[in-house]
């Protein structure tokens, strides 16, 4: 089975988002907010979702506010979609712990980043994913996003960890398309965007999905590149692509994209408050600015 083929084969789903965790202007957590993002993101295509990602504050929330979030999340999903809960850390043995909680709660799979800070070597990646992977029986998606982390998993390394049972996926956010089209020809690797702005390139080689932030608000927009590209229809999914440049500018490219995912969700009404967590800070009003204009220019996109 080649990675192309096992497109629809996914214990993931495909069209999923990197959730926000809403918060009260207090800092404490809005699982009831949460649950109004995730029922948004269902309702505009999604199949999944992955909690406690970066985008979800991990860096700042504990272990047990990820298990409520986790929790109020299969919830809320119930026999809809997947729930991928983030584990990853950069102390092996802390990612095991968070593993095992989340299977535990009862998450259906896992997303692990590469370890920051640190800055392990190849072999150090090598056996710090596969100590968390033998540490559940659940799929495992590798988060790659060296800009964060400081150190890219390489394409060797790549080769290696697909031989494991249960590391079944990868979420690319490396910008290395060449690295990614040696990695789905020579594995069955399920490929995710984990870069909005490199979506359309990642489906257009074989990619599974995405796991966007943009997502938040064009869920919709990106479920029919994603159906457009699957057809073999090109034009509309190119069309979709470059008409979402508004949106995708607003919430990546203007401060950081937590930060600009809750302030979206806010203006939408899903959200009540667009708190974040220190050293995050809310968005200045010429940001909100940007960021109305693009939400205005989404009612322009078409959806098929």
Request: aromatic fraction near 4%; charge should be negative.
């Amino acid at each position: 089975m080649t990675a192309w083929t096992a497109r629809t084969a996914s214990p993931f789903g495909r069209a999923l988002t990197a959730v926000v965790t809403p918060m009260h202007d207090d800092g404490s957590l809005d699982l009831a907010g949460l649950q109004k993002v995730i029922s948004h993101l269902f309702d505009t295509g999604h199949d999944g979702v992955v909690v406690s990602g970066t985008t979800g504050e991990s860096a700042t929330t504990s272990d047990d506010e990820q298990d409520q979030v986790l929790r109020a999340a299969l919830e809320v999903v119930g026999d809809r979609g997947r729930v991928v809960a983030g584990i990853g850390t950069n102390d092996t043995a802390h990612t095991v712990h968070l593993a095992k909680q989340a299977a535990a709660t009862g998450a259906h799979a896992l997303l692990v980043v590469t370890p920051y800070y640190n800055r392990p070597t190849q072999p150090g990646l090598l056996a710090h994913f596969t100590t968390v992977a033998d540490a559940t029986g659940l799929p495992v998606m590798l988060y790659d996003i060296p800009a964060r982390t400081g150190t890219p998993i390489a394409t060797e390394t790549l080769l290696r960890l697909a031989g494991h049972p249960r590391i079944a996926a990868v979420k690319d956010a490396k910008g290395d398309l060449w690295s990614a089209t040696k990695v789905l020809d020579q594995t069955d690797l399920l490929w995710f965007s984990g870069d909005d702005i490199a979506t359309l390139a990642h489906l257009t080689q074989g990619a599974t999905g995405y796991v966007g932030v943009a997502t938040h608000v064009a869920g919709a927009e990106y479920a029919a590149m994603l159906a457009a590209v699957d057809a073999g229809d090109l034009p509309t999914a190119v069309s979709l692509h470059r008409r979402l440049i508004p949106v995708v500018d607003a919430i990546m490219n203007t401060s950081q994209g937590a930060i600009m995912a809750k302030a979206a969700l806010k203006e939408l009404g899903v959200i009540d408050s667009a708190a974040v967590r220190l050293p995050l800070v809310e968005s200045p009003p010429e940001h909100l600015e940007t960021l109305r204009a693009a939400l205005a220019s989404l009612s322009a996109v078409p959806t098929t």
